[in-house]
C-alpha cells in the first residue's frame, strides 16, 4: 500500500466551539489533504462565526444547539460519515501540516494500530510539555469507527472523551500508538478568552476530565 493511497474511507472530524479565528487555517491544511475522503465539522452551540467560516470551505457542517460538549460533538461527526477510520482535530491548532494528519492515519489504516495519539513536539513549550506530562488527554486521535461505536455513553463526557478512549483501549488491549507532531501546537484557552476566563473554562475542563478518571 502506497503512503498517499489508504485502502479505506477516511473522514477528518473537527469538533468546534467558537473558533471562528482558527479553524480556516485548520480546513485549508485538510483540504489538501490526500488522505482524507470526507471532512465534517461540528460546531457545537457556536456563538460566534464558525459555522460560517466552515462554510467556506469544502466540508460539511453540523451545528449542535446548545453547546452539547466534545464528547457529543465528536460523536454527531461520526455519525455524520460512512468513513471507517476517523481522524479527529482539534479546531484551534497552529501550524497543521498534511504530513501530520497523514501520520496520525496510516498506522490504523495500515492495520499497524488501533488508534493513534497525536503529541506536540517542537511546536511552543506549553502546548509541549502539557502533551508530554498527558499524552492521554490529547484530541489529536486516529481511530476505527467501530471504537467509537462501542463506548458507552461517549456522547455524555464532554471534555473527558479523550480520558475514555484511552480507558476504553487498555481494557479491551487495543493497539495504541504515540505520534510526533512536529511543529504543532494550539493555542491556548487563557490566549483566546483572556487571562481570567480562561482560567476559569480551563478549570470547567479539568473537572469534567476528573469525574472520567
Known amino acids: 500500500m502506497s503512503r498517499g493511497e489508504p485502502a479505506v474511507k477516511v473522514a477528518a472530524v473537527v469538533p468546534a466551539y467558537n473558533e471562528e479565528t482558527t479553524i480556516g487555517a485548520v480546513l485549508s491544511a485538510l483540504q489538501g489533504c490526500r488522505v482524507i475522503d470526507d471532512i465534517v465539522v461540528v460546531a457545537d452551540g457556536c456563538t460566534d462565526g464558525t459555522a460560517e467560516v466552515a462554510r467556506r470551505y469544502r466540508c460539511r457542517v453540523v451545528e449542535l444547539w446548545p453547546n452539547q460538549g466534545k464528547g457529543a460533538a465528536m460523536v454527531a461527526g461520526v455519525r455524520s460519515t460512512d468513513a471507517g477510520v476517523i481522524v479527529f482535530l482539534d479546531a484551534d491548532l497552529v501550524g497543521l501540516r498534511e504530513e501530520h494528519v497523514t501520520d496520525l492515519i496510516l498506522p490504523v489504516v495500515q492495520d499497524e494500530a488501533d488508534m493513534t495519539v497525536g503529541v506536540f513536539r517542537q511546536g511552543r513549550l506549553a502546548t509541549d ?71 476559569r473554562a480551563r478549570l470547567r475542563m479539568y473537572w469534567e476530565i476528573v469525574r472520567h478518571i
Open 129 to 199: 510539555l502539557a502533551q508530554t506530562i498527558t499524552p492521554f488527554l490529547s484530541g489529536l486521535r486516529g481511530v476505527r469507527r467501530q471504537i467509537m461505536e462501542d463506548i458507552p455513553g461517549v456522547e455524555t463526557t464532554r471534555y473527558g472523551v479523550e480520558v475514555a478512549l484511552t480507558r476504553h483501549a487498555r481494557r479491551h488491549h487495543l493497539r495504541v500508538r504515540e505520534v510526533r507532531l512536529s511543529g504543532l501546537t494550539h493555542v491556548m484557552k487563557e490566549e483566546k478568552m483572556g487571562l481570567w476566563a480562561g482560567f
